[in-house]
């Protein structure tokens, strides 16, 4: 039995393309692990308060040098991370903004990003992922395609989660990917053809 996770971060929750293939990512794992638990969060909702100076140095702070009231202040991000930390798989909705993610991932990345929890540094000063055992399935989708061809160059949504959860240990990534949504001759299709590329290994 595993616990997934499954995190979205689409401003188009009932239409969104990203939405419905992690839905799909989410019934193949369920069809492989049967019995398995899923929690659902929309990251948009949560309305995820971005990083300052002063919450970046309570977070950055270990917790026996933190007042009372600024541990309470650290819960909201402390509770990100033990959601983080409980699961097994994690399937991360990721539609393609203005060639990245939506601002509220970015925020929820920079709220798990803690050293000494999620990340350290070896002796030799190189970085240390922390948050290993994890397997993580991105459903991607774009108006354009960016899986090859002249717009490979601009997909910032794939390659930054695989190389940022890499540094904290997620090393394990599979991105499907519901493309070329806004192209005429491929829009009927991408849908389908996104879920039937999903392979659950």
């Known amino acids: ?26 019934e193949k794992i369920q069809e492989k692990y049967p019995n398995s638990t899923l929690e659902e969060s929309n990251l948009v909702d949560l309305e995820i308060p971005h990083l300052n100076s002063e919450s970046l140095r309570k977070l950055f702070t270990p ?12 819960a909201f991000s402390n509770n990100l991370l033990q ?26 990345i920079d709220h798990i990003t803690r050293p000494g929890v999620t990340f350290g540094y070896g002796e030799d000063g190189r970085p240390i992922g922390l948050v290993t055992g994890k397997k993580i ?21 794939v390659p930054y989660l695989k190389a940022f959860l890499g540094f904290l240990g997620m090393t394990d990534l ?3 990917r519901a493309e070329g949504l806004k192209v ?12 039937d590329s999903i392979v659950i290994d």
Request: proline share 3%.
């Open 1 to 26: 039995m595993k616990h997934i996770l499954h995190l979205m971060s689409s401003i188009q929750p009932k239409d969104s393309y990203s939405i419905k293939l992690g839905k799909a990512v989410i």
């Open 174 to 176: 599979t991105a499907f």
């Open 63 to 74: 917790a026996d040098f933190l007042s009372e009231e600024e541990k309470k202040s650290n």
């Open 137 to 157: 399935y991105v459903a991607m989708s774009s108006g354009g395609v960016y899986s090859e061809g002249p717009g490979q160059v601009n997909d910032f949504v």
């Open 83 to 108: 959601q983080l930390q409980a699961a097994d798989i994690i399937v991360i909705g990721a539609p393609l903004y203005n060639f990245t993610i939506h601002s509220a991932l970015k925020a929820w």
């Open 184 to 195: 005429s001759e491929l829009k009927e299709h991408a849908l389908s053809k996104a879920i």
